[in-house]
């Protein structure tokens, strides 16, 4: 069996839009996702503002039964991993003890554990929905896809905050390699957005207050900037084992040449200083992949709009790159999506395939007052046509968890990488 790794398909549901095509015109454009929040009452909520998902219609993927007895974030992540399959052209049942499923959520149900909650206080703990428990558990966006496409192989849940998805993509990359699968739906899903969600992170003062511009709030690498901006959302791909896609046919978007996975041991939510372990995560990527630092055009940063964490992640760019870092190009894609907190890590690394695939470098927006600790190439404001062979997805989380995926482009042609 091959040791090569290579994406076939993709989905995605973001507040750009709830497709790949969709979300990577509006990226390409530079548009901005945010907007008052509509689903709450945010009246009393200090943030009233984030990156909803607009016009999903959940019944488009599963029947109403099965609408009702899942969270939203399954919503999602199903129909990521519907689009990313129609893509891929992957049969998974007649493969089925073949391919695997790592789809992870940072949180999990959050919408049915907030109704279930106002339910008990409201009416009673004997109104509590059956369906509750598996509702709201993280792992299972992973068992419903198993179940509902037939997949047999490896299957669970990654839980690493913000670094969620990335982690996902990366150790099911690892699954193929070591043989135990011959492909992976892997990603992540997130909703969070609830009134408990958003006030939460609003008062670990992590959220931006930028109440009267919501589409400017998302500003990472500015001077300016005050916090993140809460998002929903998901990003699916398939990942196969390379003899397995070309043996099929199937059209290959690029190829997964390295991954790691490091800790800061440091802070709960604060990166390690200059980034310490980000830095490791990158070399230890980079060195799995084969490659020099020299090689690598464009990084798609985890950029989250936070004072520590942009200027951290500039810090640890500048470290593992050395001169190079000043000829990379840069960007944050929360910019416009925002934080889908466990679902950015799979969203970014799809906007990384397709900066490959297309030769469009995505913009970071908002980005007017230049801070001086900042001082790479960020794509400001406009996207950039530039082809490129190599491109990096950089993702952090609360508890010190840092992922770091590497793309080739591929070839021309189907079968090839």
Known sequence: MSSRVVVTGMGMVTPLGNDVPT????????????????????????????????????????????VRRNDRFVHFAVAATRQALDQSGLDVAANGPDVGVLIGSGIGGLHTTHEQFKILYDRGPDRISPFFITMMISDIAAGFISITFGARGPNFAVVSACA???????????????GDAKAM??????????????????????????????????????????????????????LED??????????????????????????????????????????????????????????????????FN?????????????????????????????????????????????????GILPPTINLHHPDPDCDLDYVPNEARHKAINVAMSNSMGFGGHNACLIFRKAEEGKGNA
């Open 23 to 66: 979300t990577w015109a509006a990226a390409c454009r530079g548009e901005s996702g945010i907007a008052p929040l509509t689903d709450f009452d945010t009246s009393q909520q200090e943030v009233k503002f984030g990156g909803e998902i607009k016009g999903f219609d959940a019944t488009q993927y599963l029947d109403r039964k099965e």
């Open 164 to 178: 969620t998805s990335a982690h996902a993509i990366g150790e099911a990359a690892e699954m193929i390699r070591r």
């Open 185 to 238: 739906i892997a990603g992540g899903s997130e909703c969070a957005l609830t009134p408990i969600g958003v006030a939460s992170f609003a008062n670990m003062h992590a959220l931006s207050r930028r109440n009267d511009d919501p589409q400017g709030a998302s500003r990472p690498f500015d001077a300016t900037r005050d916090g993140f901006v809460m998002s929903d959302g998901a990003g699916v791909v398939v």
């Open 242 to 307: 390379l003899e397995f896609a070309r043996a099929r046919g199937a059209p290959i978007l690029a190829e997964v040449i390295g991954y790691a996975a490091t800790a800061d041991g440091f802070h709960i939510t604060e990166p390690a200083p200059g980034g310490e372990g980000l830095v490791r995560a990158m070399q230890r990527a980079m060195q799995k992949a084969g490659i020099r630092p020299e090689e690598v055009d464009y990084i798609n940063a985890h950029g989250t709009s936070t004072p």
């Open 310 to 358: 942009d200027r951290t992640e500039t810090t640890s760019i500048k470290t593992a790159f050395g001169d190079h870092a000043y000829k990379l190009a840069v960007s944050s894609t929360k910019s416009m999506t925002g934080h889908t907190l466990g679902a950015a890590g799979a969203i970014e690394a799809i906007f990384s395939v397709l900066a490959l695939r297309d």
